[in-house]
C-alpha cells in the first residue's frame, strides 16, 4: 500500500503532493514502484496533529481518487469521517483506512456498511493531538488484541462481515519506542485472531530511534523494507509504506530466498 498525503502537514511529506496534479503523479509513480493499493489521505495524524473540516479534506483528496481510480487504481481513503469516506468511495476508493478504528466518527461504520467497500480498523487510543497520553496498558499486547476484538465485533454488529474487514495493530499510535517492537513481534498472534492484517511502520520515529539519532528519510525507508518482510513473515496481508520501491525489492528477495530453500 504507497501512501499519498495530500496534505500540508503530514509528518514525513507533507506538502510535498498537496497539489492535485502533484499527488496524482505522485500515485502513479508509486504504482509503477511496486504497489498495489493507494492509500490516500487529505488529514494528518502525525502526534500533534490538529483535526481538518471534513469540506477541507475533501477537496484535498477527492479529485486525486477520481483520478487515480478512472485510471484503473486500487484506492484506499485514508480518513475518520464519515462524510469523506461515503464521498471516496462515491468517487471510486474500495477502501476505507480508518486510523480510530471507527470510534472518531460515530456514523463512519454504518456508513461502510452501506457500501461495498472494505474497511480497515487501527488500534487507536485517542486524537493526534495527545496520542502519547494513553499508552498505557496493564498488557500490551493482549491489550491491543481484545480492542482489536471489540473493533471487529462493532463492525460485525453495523452489517459490515468480516470478510470486509482488516486490521491495523496501529504501530506509533498510542504506543512509545519498546512498546511498538512489542506489537510488531506478537504479530502472528494478532494475526491470528481472524481477519487480514494490515501493518504500517513507514518512516517512524521508533524506527529512528533503533538507527540512531539523525536518521536520513533514505535510512528509514530500508529499515521500513526490513520490518516490512519481517511483517509479511508474520502473516501481515499488506504493508503500508512511503517507499514502495524499497519494500517491493526487499519482499521480492526475501521470497527469491524463501523459494530457493
Keep these: 500500500m504507497g501512501i499519498v498525503n495530500v496534505t500540508p502537514d503530514s509528518f514525513s511529506d507533507g ?5 492535485t496534479d502533484a499527488a496524482v503523479s505522485h500515485g502513479r509513480r508509486l ?24 469540506a477541507v479534506e475533501q477537496e484535498r483528496v477527492l479529485p486525486v481518487i477520481e483520478a487515480l481510480a478512472a485510471e484503473g487504481a486500487a484506492v484506499s481513503i485514508d480518513t475518520m469521517n464519515a462524510a469523506t469516506a461515503r464521498a471516496a468511495v462515491a468517487a471510486g476508493a474500495r477502501i476505507v483506512n480508518d486510523v480510530s478504528g471507527g470510534l472518531s466518527d ?7 456498511a452501506d457500501t461495498d467497500a472494505e474497511i480497515i480498523l487501527q488500534h487507536w487510543r485517542g486524537p493526534s493531538a495527545d496520542m502519547y497520553a494513553r499508552a498505557e496498558y496493564d498488557d500490551l499486547v493482549r491489550d491491543v488484541a481484545a480492542e482489536l476484538r471489540g473493533r471487529m465485533a462493532a463492525a460485525e454488529a453495523a452489517g459490515i462481515p468480516l470478510s470486509r474487514v482488516v486490521l491495523d495493530p496501529g504501530i506509533g499510535f498510542g504506543k512509545r519506542g519498546a512498546q511498538n517492537w512489542t506489537v510488531l513481534r506478537a504479530l502472528p498472534h494478532l494475526v491470528a485472531l481472524g481477519t487480514r492484517m494490515l501493518v504500517g511502520t513507514s518512516r517512524k520515529r521508533f524506527l529512528a530511534d533503533a538507527l540512531g539519532d539523525g536518521a536520513s528519510e ?3 525507508d530500508l529499515a521500513t523494507a526490513v520490518t516490512s518482510v519481517l511483517a509479511a513473515q508474520s502473516g501481515a496481508w ?6 514502495a520501491r524499497a519494500t ?8 527469491a530466498w524463501r523459494e530457493q530453500t
Design 218 to 220: 533514505q535510512r528509514r
Design 238 to 243: 499488506a504493508v503500508r509504506v512511503h517507499d
Design 31 to 54: 504504482l509503477a514502484d511496486g504497489a498495489h493499493i493507494l492509500d490516500i489521505g487529505g488529514e494528518s495524524t502525525r502526534p500533534g496533529a490538529a483535526r481538518v473540516e471534513s
Design 106 to 112: 460515530p456514523d463512519m461504520l454504518a456508513s461502510v
Design 248 to 255: 517491493r525489492d526487499a519482499l521480492e528477495v526475501e521470497r
Design 15 to 19: 506538502g510535498r503532493f498537496i497539489a
